[in-house]
């Protein structure tokens, strides 16, 4: 089963594969702040090199109402530069871990022949356990470098928590390292929901979820959605199961011969 880290999926006593397109883009969501908060204190350092470069003369021609002087702009103080500083040094620290992990993840989808890619022969592939030697390797390394933030040490928690879970792709030529198709089949809904302005009616939304369910699974299994429709409305299970591919039909009958 492909599933997002949903606590809820941890009950089902099922062969599991974790979503690794919602891990790294959570990676990245959080390399993406860390950069931001970076390069924030980077360009206050910057204009205050600027400012102490150049001498700080009154201009009197912007005078207040009341006739002072503008309040003119003041170098930042050492304790100041320093804290933006160290905000710098750990930005970089942590872009760097997440990254990383970032790499380490995104081989799943790689198409250049590495062992751990979706696209490689299933026996060109590693096994989950040499895949999950690997991620600790790379986990050792940043424990032992120290955490750079909360985010990584939850992170790293939850590769940890889900071991095999993470690859099963590599030993199952049937499972992908993503919910992505699942997501995908349900989009319509999504943006027919968005189009529609949400469903007034719980009825309706019940009503059309349900054809929406069946026209996709007609999709799915390469059948006319149309051709169901007749059996479904005459109330023939049996006929539309069969249409569906979700049951076999049933032999003629045999003619007995006298």
């Not at 910057?46 to 001498?55: F, S, V």
């Not at 249409?243 to 045999?254: H, V």
Request: aromatic share 6%; proline share 5%; charged share 35%.
């Amino acid at each position: 089963m492909l599933s997002d880290f949903w606590s809820a999926y941890n009950k089902l006593n099922v062969e599991q594969q974790k979503c690794l397109e919602h891990l790294v883009r959570e990676l990245r969501k959080i390399n993406l702040r860390a950069i931001d908060k970076r390069d924030k204190a980077k360009k206050k350092l910057e204009k205050d090199d600027e400012l102490r470069a150049r001498e700080i003369v009154p201009d009197e021609t912007k005078l207040k109402k009341q006739g002072r002087l503008a309040k003119q702009p003041e170098p930042l103080t050492d304790k100041k530069r320093a804290k933006l500083e160290e905000i710098i040094a750990q930005s970089e620290k942590i872009s760097c871990q997440l990254t990383a992990f970032y790499e380490f993840f995104q081989q799943a989808w790689k198409k250049d022949g590495n062992d751990m890619s979706v696209h490689a022969p299933i026996d060109k592939r590693i096994s989950i356990s040499e895949a999950e030697l690997r991620l600790q390797l790379l986990i050792q390394e940043v424990m032992e470098e120290g955490p750079a933030n909360a985010d990584i040490e939850r992170m790293i928690k939850r590769f940890e928590k889900y071991g095999p879970c993470l690859f099963t792709y590599l030993e199952n030529p049937n499972i992908m390292p993503d919910n992505n198709a699942a997501e995908r089949a349900i989009r319509p809904f999504v943006v027919q929901r968005k189009v529609s302005g949400n469903f007034i009616s719980p009825e309706v939304m019940k009503i059309y979820g349900i054809h929406m369910s069946l026209y996709r699974t007609c999709k799915r299994n390469d059948v006319n959605y149309e051709e169901v429709i007749i059996p479904l409305l005459k109330g023939d299970t049996a006929e539309l199961l069969r249409l569906l591919g979700l049951r076999e039909g049933e032999p003629p009958p045999e003619i007995e011969c006298k």
